[in-house]
């Protein structure tokens, strides 16, 4: 009976060891899963501005070619009306 009481404490004293070393293991992935997980979100919320940034651009770039081609059009109607105007003065 005695062998089985010795082999049983020894299993319990490498079981003790071994949560204990379970324990701090755990507690060292709870920091480390709580700054992983604030980093992810950084990452997520400078993903998500870099795409409105993104979306910007490409919204004040269509407003921007708008702009463009209504002044062109303005310009050559002006410029238009303006030879037409030259072309009947020389006539008469």
Do not use: H, P
Request: net charge positive.
């Amino acid at each position: 009976m005695g062998d089985r009481q010795e082999e049983m404490e020894g299993v319990q004293k490498v079981y003790d060891e071994q949560r204990l070393q379970l324990n701090e293991l755990e507690e060292r992935f709870a920091t480390l899963e709580i700054e992983y997980n604030r980093v992810v979100e950084e990452r997520r919320v400078a993903k998500e501005k870099a795409e409105e940034a993104q979306r910007e651009l490409e919204r004040m770039v269509r407003a921007a070619t708008m702009l463009q081609s209504l002044w062109r059009s303005y310009r050559c109607r002006k410029l238009l009306k303006q030879k037409q105007k030259k072309g009947k003065k020389g006539k008469k």
